[in-house]
């Protein structure tokens, strides 16, 4: 395709997007309130009715009159200019809530826009067009935010998944998708979702995350952050183990922030949420199936293709499948230092679930055969979990010590151990070492990584201030 045909084929993208942006929110007035005359009464129960009118009117014109810039300043520019042509006087409150509920609508997100851009919050789960929760410091609430309908629930899903080529009808009713920052979206519709179009986002901090803010938040202690640091140095194969919510793609991010920045690092993804923050980066990402069903690219695909282009690293953002047999042949194949996570209860439930999803791959591998692998590819597994009170711990760092009969032998290195309670529901407790020195501080010594043997005996690196809460 010659440069002026690709020069072409962009400028017709732009505008069918703004176009098709256009429809959008149009669509979302309803029209018997674009011909209603806007009155001003003097109850509460009018006012807001004027509101809603004024609204639906100003929408209307801000879309004909918007230019493809779409910024901030051009709304409340022509929101004025709608005002004074419409001769309607507004209280600076009013004025500035319904240019607010404007922008959203038109170059945001909806009711949720405020959400998303709370960086208190955490998640936001709409349940259906009158019910939205989010998640704050570990504890879930209802906000007043509501959509109009299940159609304006429909048509923010779609401004979510269509600008990265995901799709979501009644052929395809779920799909996991991520917003501009990063953020986890997943979205199911009727007839999977009974009450309406259902969509959870998980929000990622605007500024990644450090070791230094987990410290802060008593993820881990100092010594366990040395240690981990010292294992990424030296090249250790480590897997994040934990549930759902549990802070595993946060740990990661920040584990993975330790790679050296003359390495060259491959990710993958479903949906590409790491953010890694070294140059020399290569970010893949899996595709779902076309309309016709084909297309498909899974992670294995990726993590195939990943051997041929000369990795020094490779993070997986999480192995849930068959592609757990190319990864563990990768790390025991020359790609130490590689790093995924993977839903468990417990580091020893990691490891059965890891023997379960070689199985998926259909190898028909002896039991024996598939444990050698993880015993070999696999030297420490970091498990987090959500404490009852929302606070997410690293609970344990354990190490694979290799094949003892027919089993994986695993050894603890470090441990948080829950003591109690507070009477506000806080869950109180300490990190310590268990006294045990891992057989990868060899490796470390080895590649010159510094070791300090008081992490693993002295109390002094045990959670500062004593009983951690």
Not at 425 to 432: H, I, K, Q
Request: glycine share 6%.
């Amino acid at each position: 395709m010659s440069l002026l045909q690709r020069m072409e084929r962009t400028r017709n993208a732009a505008n069918a997007s703004l176009v098709s942006r256009v429809l959008e929110t149009v669509e979302h007035v309803d029209s018997t309130q674009k011909e209603t005359p806007i009155q001003s009464k003097e109850t509460n129960s009018s006012n807001a009715s004027m509101l809603a009118q004024i609204k639906a009117k100003a929408h209307v014109q801000l879309v004909d009159d918007l230019t493809q810039r779409e910024d901030h300043v051009e709304l409340a520019q022509l929101f004025e200019n709608f005002l004074t042509k419409e001769q309607v006087v507004l209280t600076k409150t009013d004025q500035d809530t319904l240019l607010d509920e404007l922008t959203a609508e038109i170059s945001g997100y909806g009711p949720i826009d405020g959400l998303l851009r709370d960086d208190s919050i955490s998640e936001i789960m709409v349940v259906a067009h009158d019910q939205v929760y989010i998640e704050r410091q570990g504890k879930i609430e209802e906000t007043q935010a509501q959509f109009k309908d299940d159609e304006h629930v429909m048509r923010i899903i779609e401004k979510i998944v269509s600008p990265i080529g995901r799709r979501i009808d009644e052929a395809t009713p779920y799909v996991d998708a991520r917003l501009p920052d990063g953020s986890r979206v997943h979205a199911i519709i009727p007839p999977l979702a009974l009450k309406g179009p259902c969509v959870t986002i998980r929000k990622f901090a605007s500024i990644p995350l450090q070791v230094t803010d987990l410290l802060t938040r008593g993820t881990l202690t100092p010594a366990m952050a040395e240690f981990l640091k010292s294992a990424i140095a030296a090249r250790v194969n480590i897997v994040i183990s934990g549930g759902t919510g549990s802070g595993k793609t946060t740990t990661l991010n920040v584990l993975s922030s330790f790679i050296g920045e003359q390495e060259r690092i491959l990710t993958i993804e479903d949906a590409a949420e790491l953010r890694l923050q070294q140059k020399h980066l290569v970010s893949l990402e899996t595709r779902p199936a076309n309309v016709e069903g084909k297309g498909t690219v899974t992670i294995r695909d990726l993590v195939k293709n990943a051997l041929r282009m000369r990795p020094d690293r490779i993070v997986v953002g999480e192995v849930r499948g068959s592609e757990a047999l190319d990864m563990l042949q990768a790390m025991n194949t020359g790609h130490d230092g590689s790093l995924t996570t993977g839903h468990a209860n417990s580091p020893r439930d990691m490891v059965r679930r890891l023997e379960t999803m070689v199985m998926m791959a259909g190898m028909e591998l002896p039991s024996r055969a598939i444990r050698e692998q993880i015993s070999s590819a696999v030297q420490l597994i970091v498990h987090q979990a959500r404490m009852p009170d929302g606070k997410r711990r690293i609970t344990h760092i354990t190490e694979v010590l290799g094949m003892e009969s027919e089993q994986i032998t695993l050894q603890d290195v470090f441990i948080f151990e829950q003591t109690g309670r507070s009477p506000d529901g806080t869950v109180l407790g300490r990190y310590r070492p268990t006294g045990v020195v891992p057989h990868c501080v060899e490796r470390m010594k080895e590649q010159g990584t510094p070791i300090v043997m008081a992490w693993f005996r002295d109390e002094k690196f045990i959670a500062q201030g004593g009983e951690s809460e």
